[in-house]
């Protein structure tokens, strides 16, 4: 996945990587299991445990293979709240996101390809600066949370609770701090409107209009 502006991470391509680099991914994707939004996978810690496992499967022994997982195939992690999938009676099955980057705190693991690594649940990259102010020491972070990226970190981990959130939230203006809870509540218990996301539509399907 080749650098390039925020806005411009796109689904399709992130399928077309899978595609065209799955051997050199730490996942194994299920054959026929594609969908517009999603695909079956098998997760690996990173591609030496996939040769290893690869390995005892060649010689007969196929109890190694982890278990298969759906993922969210999307542009970035966000999407995670964008279409509503933290809601906890949203029955998706989704268990894990493969993105184009990681741009949020989510409660699955996720693949990030301009990374080329997994983020474990809750789990957030810190090479764009820390959201903990304690670690920020330099402001990086500070700079970051007025991007799209940065905000969307910051809610992801609002809404995850996570107490370095709360102190990176204490810091901003009182009028941005309540208008920023208010939006964290509504996406902690409401589904966003409109149709929810299709997950079970076949890649490629075209419905007749």
């Keep these: 996945m080749r650098d390039r502006r925020y806005s411009r991470y796109r689904r399709d391509e992130v399928f077309e990587v899978i595609a065209q680099q799955h051997e050199l991914l730490p996942i194994d994707v299920v054959p026929d299991t594609a969908t517009e939004n ?9 591609i030496h445990e996939k040769d290893r496992i690869h390995q005892q499967v060649a010689h007969g022994d196929c109890s190694a293979l982890p278990p298969v997982e759906k993922a969210l195939v999307a542009g970035r992690s966000s999407r995670w709240y964008d279409h509503s999938l933290n809601i906890s009676y949203y029955q998706h099955g989704i268990t894990c996101i493969i993105a184009a980057t990681h741009d949020s705190c989510v409660t699955v693991p996720v693949y990030a390809l301009d990374t080329r690594q997994w983020y474990e649940p809750l789990r957030m990259r810190t090479d764009l600066g820390h959201l903990d102010p304690d670690k920020d020491s330099e402001g990086v972070f500070t700079h970051m949370r007025k991007t799209p990226y940065g905000h969307r970190m910051l809610m992801g ?27 964290v509540e509504r996406m902690k218990t409401h589904r966003r409107s409109g149709r929810p996301i299709r997950l079970d539509i076949p890649k490629g399907y075209k419905q007749s209009m």
């Design 38 to 46: 999603s695909v079956n996978i098998r997760r690996y810690q990173d």
């Design 157 to 183: 981990a609002l809404i995850c609770d996570r107490s370095f959130a709360e102190a990176r939230l204490a810091t901003l203006p009182s009028s941005t701090q309540a208008r920023i809870r208010a939006k």
